[in-house]
């Protein structure tokens, strides 16, 4: 399977289209919650031009580092679902506990992204108070991002676990 972070946005939209198994609504929720994660890095970016106080400063910087590392451990997961699913679908005619071990490395990969998901939320506040105010939409739709991202992913964890 090749990997969705190296191909266009175009392309991974024409192929979660398709009529094909991967990519689903668990990549799908992965790269929902990169866009989020995105979101908040370019506020912090914009934040820190502002001439902040030292230790506010640090504070959005941290939550810089914080993004980044989120929103590269997300795109690596829109990649892993994928994998993972088509585990499930390779082990469909197999043994009940072939079926399910694969289930359940399945479910592991959307309750990787609702933590990312409930982690990244809490960067937003210092955003809100320090950053800029022309980009407080911006932090919201992050918000929005983020939870329809964390929702997505516990169905899918749920799914995974009948």
């Known amino acids: 399977?090749?990997?969705y972070q190296t191909q266009s946005l175009?392309?991974?939209?024409d192929q979660l289209?398709?009529?094909s198994p991967v990519?689903?609504?668990?990549s799908a929720a992965a790269l929902t919650a990169a866009l989020g994660a995105a979101l908040?890095?370019?506020?912090?970016?914009?934040?820190?031009?502002?001439?902040?106080?030292?230790?506010?400063?640090?504070?959005?910087?941290?939550?810089?580092?914080?993004?980044?590392?989120?929103r590269g451990r997300l795109q690596v997961l829109v990649d892993q679902d994928a994998q993972a699913y088509l585990q499930v679908v390779e082990t469909r005619k197999a043994s009940l506990s072939r079926k399910r071990a694969a289930l359940r490395?399945?479910?592991?990969?959307?309750?990787d992204v609702a933590r990312l998901c409930y982690e990244a939320l809490d960067l937003l506040p210092p955003?809100?108070?320090?950053?800029?105010?022309?980009?407080?939409?911006?932090?919201?739709?992050a918000g929005e991002f983020l939870l329809a991202a964390f929702k997505a992913a516990?169905?899918?964890?749920?799914?995974?676990?009948?």
């Open 154 to 162: 516990m169905i899918n964890v749920r799914v995974n676990q009948e």
């Open 23 to 26: 990519p689903g609504g668990g």
């Open 17 to 19: 289209s398709a009529h």
């Open 40 to 70: 908040i890095s370019m506020a912090a970016h914009y934040a820190l031009k502002r001439n902040l106080p030292r230790a506010d400063e640090s504070l959005v910087r941290r939550v810089l580092k914080s993004s980044e590392r989120i």
């Open 127 to 141: 955003l809100v108070e320090k950053g800029s105010p022309y980009l407080l939409s911006d932090v919201a739709v």
């Open 10 to 13: 175009k392309t991974f939209l």
């Open 1 to 3: 399977m090749k990997s």
């Open 105 to 111: 490395q399945a479910g592991r990969v959307p309750l």
